[in-house]
């Protein structure tokens, strides 16, 4: 039977949790007014229906619930589960290397292990990750997935983006987004909270079954957290399943392959070198706090200076061999004017960094324009003239919506923030109204 409860948190109640303290919670967070340390859990739309089996079919079902799922637990937590059961915390060496190595997902084909524990852990535990529904392959051979998440009515995407020598798999941590940033795609999906470790790291390990049930010899090299949703507000579940992906006996990746990008939370990226060794990205877009407010609305709880200050603090814990990488999406007549890259160049001349430049990524309802490649090139070189490390990102897969800013999903909004931008959308083109909304003048 499927194990749910720990993929998602349970649904009894939603309803009566839903409140106005709830959402304004919400709100609050989004506007970086709110403690960062707060659980964003996930709302329903209706608490699970009662079995029609009756009340036997009832406490069976709670029995499933009750099962705790393995994927996803860091190799330090497994140990002690394993002790809890009387067992020696080497049984988790032998766990991890069937579900990670082997990427097998059912405790009866782990031969090495006895019967007797087999048959205790599928009464107790599972190991279940997301289903995932392939799109179309991009013509530049990237690709996506949209990842049923919770009790299956809601998704998120997944994309893998290949390239000579490696396979970058780029994942995500909120269903929806948390900001709402002005460029993104996602965050105008609205948001409902934060994705399990169980399913931020079952992105990854349904990726590698299903490339290998492909025969495809490839990979995965590269993780990136710049998917949907803001890692750092979901710091808990996202450092548990950075340590899965960093650990031999799990995905066994390289601590600096592994990415985190934000938004800029501050607190956490102060306490991210302390907690993990993975490399950070962070989504700067202006140089100045008047426009990075407009476009990152976190800005006015973090502004630009306390957010640089977090990444020289991050570079000092974590010693000279490490940049911070910093994302900076063009868009024409807002922040690639020569002017905008004086200021950067400016800005970052003290900070062991390098720059990402993204040219825009158009989607449905958005009021940007990507620059023309002589604007971005132009940027580009003023950068590297300046002594910052610059590199123009390529743009991957956005005929299939997959390139950054692009992805949506299917998210249940418990913010209306969907809603809203779609009635502001209709009203920018309701004929005999301005872009405000105002009537237009005779």
């Known amino acids: 039977m499927r194990c749910t409860a720990p993929t998602r948190r349970s649904r009894r109640g939603a309803r009566s949790t839903i409140s106005s303290l709830r959402t304004k919670s919400v709100r609050a967070e989004a506007s970086g007014e709110d403690d960062v340390s707060r659980p964003l859990t996930r709302v329903a739309q209706h608490p699970p229906p009662r079995s029609p089996e009756g009340a036997g079919a009832d406490s069976e079902a709670a029995a499933v619930d009750a099962r705790v799922n393995l994927?996803?637990?860091?190799?330090?937590?497994?140990?002690?589960?394993?002790?809890?059961?009387?067992?020696?915390?080497?049984?988790?060496?032998?766990?991890?290397?069937?579900?990670?190595?082997?990427g097998v997902g059912e405790f009866g084909a782990m031969t090495d292990i006895s019967r007797t524990l087999r048959a205790r852990l599928a009464e107790i535990a599972c190991i279940e990750a997301p289903e995932l529904t392939p799109f179309p392959t991009a013509a530049d051979g990237t690709r996506k997935w949209s990842v049923a998440v919770g009790d299956g009515s809601e998704q998120v995407e997944a994309v893998l983006i290949p390239e000579a020598g490696r396979a970058t798999l780029c994942i995500s941590s909120q269903v929806g987004c948390i900001l709402d940033c002005a460029f993104c795609a996602t965050g105008k999906q609205g948001f409902n909270g934060n994705l399990s470790r169980a399913e931020i790291v079952g992105q990854a390990w349904a990726a590698r079954r299903e490339l290998a049930a492909e025969g495809s010899s490839r990979g995965i090299t590269n993780i990136v957290f710049m998917g949907m949703g803001e890692p750092l507000y979901n710091f808990d579940a996202v450092m548990d399943a950075a340590s899965v992906f960093a650990d031999d006996l799990g995905f066994g990746i390289s601590r600096r392959r592994v990415t985190i990008s934000t938004a800029g939370v501050v607190p956490r990226i102060r306490e991210l070198a302390s907690r993990s060794e993975?490399?950070?990205?962070?989504?700067?877009?202006?140089?100045?706090?008047?426009?990075?407010?407009?476009?990152?609305?976190?800005?006015?709880?973090?502004?630009?200076?306390?957010?640089?200050?977090?990444?020289?603090?991050?570079?000092n814990q974590l010693g000279d061999r490490r940049s911070v990488t910093i994302e900076y999406t063009l868009m024409e007549g807002v922040n690639d004017q020569i002017t905008h890259a004086v200021q950067l160049a400016e800005l970052l001349r003290d900070l062991r960094c390098k720059v990402n430049l993204i040219p825009f990524n158009p989607f449905a309802g958005s009021e940007f324009v990507r620059p023309s490649m002589r604007r971005v090139r132009a940027f580009q070189t003023h950068l590297l003239n300046a002594g910052i490390p610059t590199m123009l990102r390529t743009t991957r897969g956005d005929d299939i919506t997959a390139a950054c800013g692009q992805l949506v999903g299917q998210v249940r909004?418990?913010?209306?923030?969907?809603?809203?931008?779609?009635?502001?959308?209709?009203?920018?083109?309701?004929p005999g109204r301005t872009r405000s909304g105002s009537a237009a003048p005779p």
């Open 71 to 102: 994927l996803g637990m860091p190799r330090t937590e497994l140990e002690r589960f394993f002790v809890g059961l009387g067992e020696k915390p080497w049984r988790a060496k032998q766990l991890m290397k069937w579900m990670y190595h082997a």
């Open 413 to 430: 909004d418990r913010t209306r923030r969907k809603a809203r931008h779609q009635a502001r959308r209709l009203i920018a083109v309701e």
């Open 278 to 315: 993975v490399s950070l990205a962070v989504s700067l877009h202006a140089a100045n706090d008047e426009l990075r407010s407009r476009l990152v609305p976190l800005n006015r709880k973090y502004p630009i200076d306390e957010l640089l200050d977090a990444c020289r603090e991050w570079l």
